[in-house]
């Protein structure tokens, strides 16, 4: 009997099965005890990892700057702030002294209906709402350099009496874990920010790789960012496989990202004994809208912490990418600097060579990848795009798996990896 096998994709899953003969070893996150995400989060305001409660942060006539978010990231902020907004206003803050700041980095604007699933409706309308914008010099303040990067942070962040932010900390190719510092150094920092810390040259540099923070010269720039804009406040939470919260934790915002870092490294990092010639990663929503925020299942793989895929293997990504390449600018300059250059090897000889716009790094990044493998996207809802950017489509998983085996062996043997996302491979050693 053959085995069913499901990964992440979309709001759901995608099943599928494996030809006999093919060996499978599924991996997942290990699991977390869940919370109940109201109750975890009125904790954590009142019980701060370090540092007081934010309600002895705020005062009357305080002007407050809370960040949180895009649609990007599967964080709860409609529970988090409206949580957050009750405990501002019972120290005396007005609700026209509160700026909710969308932090979109170099992605597409958010929509109202994005806003108001993000904060809930009541809350949407009430306050102030805007989206940041990384390319507009007049609402952007200079911070300065750190280590030749220029620190530009949104105005409505830096010149805030106190500012908040949201985040989930869990694995990121560049910063090590998310959450904590990285919502306001990035999501509502400027393009020469985000350009500078997602360059080539940063991304080469030592310490800079998935699940890793120490001596990582990427979170230390944004660290010191936070830093500077005066940061006072963060609530982040770290999620399951199936997107349920399992810790909430909030207070001085770099205690309380190191707590929560050392929490999720057990729930997301995962040894293997071997490598493999074929790894199936899921994604899931809001990751897979869009090939931009997909091809990280590829990278996550390829450059694992150590390597889990022997050479000439192949990555299967199951995602419907509804949006193309994607909508924002970022995502634009990665598919215009795919689309420049006939293959991998050019687009990394060429963006190695010049100075890169935002976006462009994830171009520079997928093409390495794809100097080793071959990426497949199965199901994608635009294979042109796909090609474009030199990878494969198939039309549904069964169609990808036989692409696979045809190019490495018929008794390959599969790693099949439900959450690629939330999932830090480490290979054997050697």
């Known amino acids: 009997m053959q085995h069913t096998y499901e990964v992440a994709c979309g709001t759901g899953g995608v099943q599928f099965t494996l030809p006999a003969g093919v060996r499978a070893s599924v991996v997942e996150p290990h699991e977390g005890e869940p919370v109940d995400l109201t109750e975890a989060t009125e904790t954590a305001l009142d019980r701060p990892i370090a540092g007081p409660p934010l309600k002895d942060l705020a005062r009357p006539g305080d002007k407050v700057c809370i960040v949180f978010t895009d649609a990007t990231r599967d964080v709860p902020d409609n529970v988090l702030v409206p949580a957050m907004l009750t405990r501002l206003e019972a120290s005396g803050v007005r609700s026209e002294d509160i700026?909710?700041?969308?932090?979109?980095?170099?992605?597409?604007?958010?929509?109202?209906?994005?806003?108001?699933a993000k904060l809930g409706r009541d809350v949407a309308r009430r306050y102030r709402v805007q989206d940041s914008d990384a390319r507009d010099l007049d609402n952007l303040v200079d911070l300065g350099e750190h280590q030749g990067i220029p620190l530009w942070v949104h105005r409505r962040a830096v010149e805030a009496d106190l500012l908040i932010a949201t985040g989930v900390v869990e694995p990121h190719q560049y910063a090590g874990y998310s959450g904590g510092r990285k919502t306001v150094a990035v999501g509502a920092g400027g393009e020469a920010t985000i350009a500078a810390t997602h360059s080539p040259g940063m991304i080469e540099r030592e310490g800079v790789r998935l699940g890793n923070i120490e001596g990582n010269p990427f979170h230390q720039a944004l660290t010191e960012s936070a830093r500077r804009a005066r940061l006072r406040f963060v609530i982040n939470v770290i999620k399951d496989a199936?997107?349920?919260?399992?810790?909430?934790?909030?207070?001085?915002?770099?205690?309380?990202?190191?707590?929560?870092?050392?929490?999720?490294?057990?729930?997301y990092e995962v040894s293997l004994d071997r490598r493999y010639d074929v790894v199936i990663a899921g994604v899931g929503h809001p990751k897979d809208a869009n090939i931009y925020q997909a091809s990280r299942a590829a990278t996550y793989v390829y450059f694992a912490p150590r390597n889990v895929l022997r050479p000439g293997g192949v990555i299967i990504i199951p995602a419907p990418c509804a949006e193309g390449v994607g909508e924002g600018v970022g995502e634009q300059r990665f598919a215009e600097a795919m689309r420049a250059y006939p293959g991998p090897d050019h687009v990394v000889d060429a963006l190695r060579h010049r100075v890169t716009l935002a976006g462009e790094q994830r171009s520079y990044l997928l093409s390495r990848a794809l100097q080793g493998c071959?990426?497949?996207?199965?199901?994608?809802?635009?294979?042109?795009?796909?090609?474009?950017?030199?990878?494969?489509?198939?039309?549904?998983?069964?169609?990808?798996?036989?692409?696979?085996?045809?190019?490495?062996?018929?008794?390959?043997?599969?790693l099949v990896v439900p959450h690629s996302l939330l999932t830090v491979l480490r290979g054997p050693e050697g």
Request: with cysteine.
């Open 242 to 267: 199936t997107g349920r919260a399992v810790e909430v934790a909030a207070g001085e915002p770099f205690a309380t990202f190191e707590h929560l870092v050392s929490r999720a490294r057990p729930l």
């Open 99 to 116: 700026t909710l700041l969308c932090g979109v980095g170099m992605h597409r604007p958010s929509t109202p209906a994005e806003k108001e």
């Open 374 to 414: 071959k990426v497949i996207f199965a199901g994608s809802q635009a294979p042109d795009d796909v090609r474009a950017c030199h990878m494969t489509p198939a039309t549904d998983m069964g169609e990808a798996i036989d692409l696979a085996l045809a190019w490495t062996r018929p008794d390959a043997e599969v």
